[in-house]
């Protein structure tokens, strides 16, 4: 049996021992991964670790100030480092949707290595917990955030990499938030990709696109927030389709909704989500957002459809 208390008092010192009496920076999400990760490493060395939030303009609406006032609340040390330019400059021209990962990951890394300098810090905490190392190691996706694997030579940096949730699977992560005191908007946090809303756009990710994009999510997410799901999303698509606009034809943007039950995102369903609510979804995304013409819904379960559309 996971004994949550246990799980962080050894934590707790072996990332004391790490650390030494040198600075820790983590990136952080919102996530429950890297939240709890810093959580628990400010319980081990205090003021010394920098919880670092990087604005990549792909978040999704308010984000960024409330994983901020969440750490600030708890008297952290927390940095909110706006980089949304870098990302859209380096997010430029392109389409496919690995080409996009690789773009994010090194510009975020840039971003990182950046602040991790500024810092003075010998270590970077980050919060890859057990799954991610066996996706990453199958290479399904080539998402998860160990450096090794991507081929960043974390020593290249003098940095020692801290991963205090190596070892433990999701379930096992929202125990050890609960025992912190993370609370629930944090601890029961649904999952979202590190790539942001930039994995919801299929086709070039431009500040355009990810203001319509988001302005669909939030959508999707105050109109699902009823209905028990693992992950709720909308998705941008790169064609358009003929409507109508002023009575008139008109080229517009397609919106798919996705909603899907899973454990553990190796398999999901999608969720029978009832005909009203999809219908008052349409209604709103199609009126509040007019360069959209056509909204549809995702009926396909994983595999062998992936949870993300890329
Ligand atoms: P797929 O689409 O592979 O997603 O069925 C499985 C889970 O992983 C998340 N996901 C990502 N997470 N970076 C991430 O940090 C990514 O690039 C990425 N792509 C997918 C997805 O949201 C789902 O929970």
């Not at 081990?44 to 919880?51: E, F, K, S």
């Not at 517009?252 to 190796?266: E, F, N, P, Q």
């Amino acid at each position: 049996m996971f004994e949550p208390e246990k799980f962080i008092q050894k934590q707790v010192h072996e990332v004391k021992e790490m650390v030494g009496d040198g600075k820790a920076v983590i990136a952080v999400s919102g996530g429950v991964d890297s939240t709890v990760c810093a959580v628990l490493t400010h319980r081990a060395v205090g003021d010394r670790l920098v919880a670092v939030f990087i604005d990549d303009g792909l978040m999704r609406e308010g984000e960024a100030e409330q994983v901020i006032n969440f750490f600030k609340a708890r008297n952290m040390n927390a940095r909110l480092v706006d980089a949304a330019n870098e990302f859209f400059d380096a997010l430029k021209g392109i389409n496919e949707p690995e080409e996009k990962r690789k773009a994010f990951r090194n510009t975020f890394y840039a971003v990182l290595a950046r602040v991790v300098r500024d810092e003075n810090a010998n270590c970077l905490v980050q919060g890859t917990i057990a799954a991610d190392v066996l996706e990453t190691v199958k290479g399904i996706k080539t998402q998860h955030n160990i450096l090794e694997q991507i081929g960043i030579d974390p020593k290249g940096y003098g940095l020692t990499i801290v991963e205090p949730l190596k070892e433990i699977y999701k379930h096992e992560v929202r125990e050890v938030a609960r025992s912190l005191g993370v609370p629930p908007e944090f601890s029961e946090r649904p999952p979202f990709p590190g790539p942001g809303l930039a994995t919801r756009i299929l086709g070039e990710v431009t500040p355009q696109r990810v203001d319509i994009e988001r302005r669909a999510t939030k959508i999707v997410e105050t109109e699902t927030s009823e209905i028990p799901s693992f992950q709720g999303m909308a998705v941008l698509m790169n064609d358009r389709a003929t409507g109508i606009r002023d009575g008139k034809r008109a080229y517009g943007y397609m919106v798919v909704v996705r909603l899907v039950k899973s454990k553990d995102a190796i398999t999901a369903e999608a969720v029978n989500v009832p005909w009203e609510v999809l219908k008052k979804i349409d209604k709103r995304i199609t009126t509040e957002i007019p360069e959209v013409v056509h909204v549809l819904y995702s009926l396909t379960d994983k595999p062998p459809a992936t949870i993300e559309f890329q």
